[in-house]
């Protein structure tokens, strides 16, 4: 517990000494909510027949992507480059020959990104709120519960790339391919009750799909299902079980 | 009885034979050097010790353990300085040392140990501001702040100007009086003459001597006269083994 203590405090050192990296992944998100005022249209009602959607405008559809957009740049390409970049320059492979193991080194970097998470969510809702006038979340304990245990899925997610990866890089590339897949199952193009059904299904059994299925339903209709929390949690387990046991300290 | 063995230990990857059969022991605080060419197999050997890699045939003990197998067991009690590390360039040097006392059970005096490598007054600097000297010293403290019976320094000297040569050569003497079992990996010949117990010379993965520096140059004829008896009698080892290998093409 100490050792994972000590690397959390100087990992927070480091990124208070470098914020730059959050900036950078705080970009995709505030591009989404920057459509409300580029992109003719996205202000007005959606109309139609379902009284619970039809004053709501399509920008209002992007706010829970966007939360998960923020999420996941942070999870899949900041928290993996930064793991890349210590094995790159030889700090994981110094590292590996102290009696600290590869689970408390990911723990730290954990802890520091939630700190980034946090920022972003805050950041991400912030422009939405007083910028874009969205509404709040009608279930703001089921959102908070799925931003939560969404964290959890990405960053295990993110883990497998930080587990690998030779470099910042290597790790940034990799987690670009699969940003691009998460954001097609997140719904970047087809938000909401946009999405096709057959896809709308697919996407539900992925992280990234599961978590803004879930934030969309706590957002507009204030119900959600067990089943998200499920997929996410799996995804969790399989996903940190297999980072575990393919890290490389070199 | 050895602190550290390493017996029969064979070690490829994929087509390159980085270690064969390779034998030797390291007694209780005694400073054993490792020699050889580059790509002898020098680092490997290292990180077989440190349980980095592991053999494909053959068995390392390190205090008893097998590095591979029971790792925090070793890591615990060696410390290591390796080649190709670094730290994170904004991390200064106290809270570098604060964080690996940190990693272990029973840490030194993180004041004391820099004081040891004569970094008191480097405290707040950033590991990226340090000079080639002081980055070197500051691995050394690194890997004695968990106060390791066994220290493996791996070329530490390399790049060092010959003040910070000199310098590093009482350090690692200083840590031998400590009570500490040094294993120095290095390509310096005055450096092994001036402080190693005993070496063995690696060399394309086997090991072709072991034994002390004076043993090599006694054993090698017409090097008594010359200033670098120990070099010379370095080279025709390894002239000798790239003629008998040859012979036997």
């Known amino acids: 517990m100490r050792a994972t203590i000590a690397l959390t405090k100087v990992e927070t050192l480091l990124l208070l000494r470098n914020p730059t990296s959050i900036f ?227 | 009885m050895p602190i550290i063995s390493v017996e029969s230990v064979r070690k490829t990857f994929g087509e390159v034979l980085a270690i064969d059969d390779l034998t030797f022991a390291v007694d209780e605080n005694e400073i054993f050097g490792i020699l050889g060419p580059n790509g002898a197999g020098k680092t490997t050997t290292v990180e077989c010790i440190a349980g980095t890699i592991t053999p494909d045939r053959g068995q390392v003990t390190v205090l008893g353990a097998d590095p591979a197998r029971q790792r925090s067991l070793v890591r615990e009690r060696v410390g290591y300085q390796l080649q190709s590390t670094a730290l994170p360039p904004a991390l200064r040097v106290g809270e570098a040392m604060e964080l690996f006392a940190a990693f272990y059970e029973s840490p030194a005096d993180v004041g004391s140990m820099l004081d040891l490598v004569g970094m008191t007054g480097e405290r707040r600097r950033p590991f990226g501001k340090l000079s080639g000297g002081q980055q070197q010293r500051l691995s050394i403290a690194l890997a004695l702040v968990g106060q390791p019976q066994v220290a493996v320094f791996d070329e530490l000297t390399t790049g060092l100007d010959p003040q910070g040569r000199r310098d590093a050569w009482q350090l690692i003497e200083q840590i031998r009086n400590r009570g500490i079992t040094v294993i120095l990996v290095t390509h310096f010949l005055d450096e092994a003459e001036r402080l190693c117990d005993r070496i063995a010379i690696i060399d394309k993965g086997r090991s072709r001597f072991i034994g002390s520096p004076t043993e090599l140059m006694d054993a090698t004829p017409h090097a008594s006269t010359s200033p670098h008896r120990l070099e010379d009698a370095y080279l025709r080892l390894l002239d000798q083994d790239t003629a008998s290998t040859a012979r036997g093409m």
């Open chain 1, 24 to 250: 950078m992944a705080l970009l995709p998100a505030l591009l989404l909510m920057l459509q409300a005022y580029v992109i003719p249209g996205t202000t007005n009602p959606v109309g139609g027949t379902d009284r619970a959607l039809a004053d709501l405008r399509p920008i209002d559809f992007f706010v829970p992507v966007a939360v998960a957009v923020a999420m996941a740049s942070i999870a899949i390409t900041n928290y993996p480059s930064s793991v890349g970049s210590y094995r790159e320059t030889g700090i994981l492979r110094r590292l590996g020959v102290t009696p600290v193991g590869a689970h408390r080194v990911l723990l730290a970097q954990w802890a520091v990104s939630a700190f980034s998470l946090g920022a972003a969510i805050l950041l991400t809702l912030s422009v939405a709120w007083f910028a874009i006038g969205t509404s709040t979340p009608r279930n703001p304990a089921a959102a908070t519960a799925i931003v939560l245990v969404g964290a959890i899925a990405m960053m295990a997610l993110g883990s497998i790339i930080a587990a690998v990866a030779p470099s910042a890089q290597a790790a940034y590339g990799l987690g670009l391919l699969v940003f691009m897949v998460t954001m097609f199952t997140a719904g970047i193009w087809t938000p909401g009750p946009l999405m096709p059904e057959t896809i709308r299904t697919i996407s539900a059994f992925t992280p990234m799909g599961a978590m803004t299925q879930a934030l969309t339903d706590a957002w507009f209709t204030g119900t959600v299902s067990l089943l998200p929390f499920i997929v996410m949690t799996v995804w969790a387990l399989l996903a940190s079980a297999l980072a575990i046991r393919v890290f490389r300290w070199t």
